[in-house]
């Protein structure tokens, strides 16, 4: 989902109590071998995409590359879709999807569910606000990034309807502005993509609390749309940005990063074929999902500075058009 463009005016004046940026071989004598082509990989889990334009989300596996067919779709009238923003799978393989149109709903759907499938629960209220990016955390708490907003709304594991009295993250002192994406660890520390910035908000944290982490400035080398963010094994943190006019970018860094620090490293370039850029996913294996303008690039771990994506999911068979969210099951 793009930024509208009011929210670049008022992020200006925001990002200044916030510390945000306002800116936006060589030949010889030895015998000639024939040298082996890439390794296949073994099928992996399925990854999940959610699509904003398709009002779909599309299944593939997650070691698919270039124009193929995703494996299942759910997609149709009764599923309830309206503008798929985020989408998070359960530790049971339940499907939740955050549809960030007039609906301002939570979908939860059951595992393997595809086609036309009506949600099992719908969550709606809760401070819900043109819902982004979603993440589980190890208890089942689902947590939403609002982008029509200034809040995260955390919603326990069964719940259902219009919700009230759940947890939310707002006020000043979060820093959070319009909030894209946030990641939550298993004992639910959150990582949010916030205009100019990523914060990291402590387990629990509720209310006008002030993040134990905030990155910002013009040496992270965040641009001001900063749309999506993960982190590896290591707990290194990755973040998507991209501005008008500019191409976007990853920039990681260290776990405990604060203030206006440098990144560890980019990925960045003409290789990348990065451009408008929205969410980030980091698997088991610390490969990197992007998903870019109508394609989800797949990057290597570790992968850095301008190098091409190790795969790209892209093409009219992928159904893919505005893909925003996306996870990867079990």
């Not at 193929?68 to 997609?75: A, F, I, K, Q, R």
């Not at 086609?115 to 979603?134: F, K, S, W």
Request: with cysteine.
């Amino acid at each position: 989902m793009r930024v509208p463009s009011w929210v670049v005016v008022l992020s200006c004046v925001f990002a200044a109590a916030c510390g945000g940026q306002n800116a936006v071989t060589s030949a010889g004598s030895s015998p000639a071998y024939v040298q082996a082509g890439p390794a296949l990989k073994t099928p992996g889990p399925p990854l999940y995409v959610a699509d904003t334009a398709t009002n779909a989300v599309d299944k593939f596996n997650s070691t698919s590359n270039g124009d193929v067919n995703p494996s299942t779709v759910l997609s149709g009238p009764d599923t309830l879709l309206d503008s798929p923003n985020g989408v998070a799978i359960g530790s049971d393989g339940s499907i939740y999807v955050a549809n960030d149109g007039a609906s301002n709903s939570i979908n939860v759907y059951a595992p393997g569910s595809f086609g036309d499938a009506v949600p099992t629960r719908v969550i709606t209220c809760g401070g819900l606000a043109t819902p982004g990016g979603i993440s589980l955390d190890g208890a089942g708490n689902l947590y939403v990034a609002n982008t029509g907003g200034k809040s995260i709304s955390v919603f326990g594991p069964t719940d259902s309807g219009c919700v009230s009295g759940n947890r939310t993250i707002e006020g000043v002192h979060t820093c959070l502005f319009a909030p894209q994406d946030v990641h939550a660890l298993a004992d639910g520390t959150a990582y949010v993509a916030s205009e100019g910035k990523v914060l990291v908000f402590r387990p629990g944290a509720h209310g006008d609390a002030t993040p134990k982490q905030k990155i910002a400035g013009s040496n992270t080398r965040l641009r001001i749309f900063v749309m999506g963010v993960s982190v590896d094994s290591q707990l290194n943190i990755y973040a998507t940005s991209d501005a008008p006019s500019k191409k976007g970018r990853v920039t990681v860094y260290a776990p405990a990063a604060d203030g206006n620090v440098a990144p560890l490293w980019t990925i960045e370039g003409r290789k990348t074929t990065l451009d408008v850029v929205d969410k980030i996913h980091l698997d088991s294996t610390d490969e990197a999902f992007v998903t870019n303008d109508s394609a989800v690039d797949v990057f290597a771990a570790m992968a850095l500075g301008d190098v091409a994506p190790a795969r790209t999911i892209a093409g009219p068979l992928t159904t893919l058009v505005s893909p925003a969210g996306l996870d990867i099951g079990s």
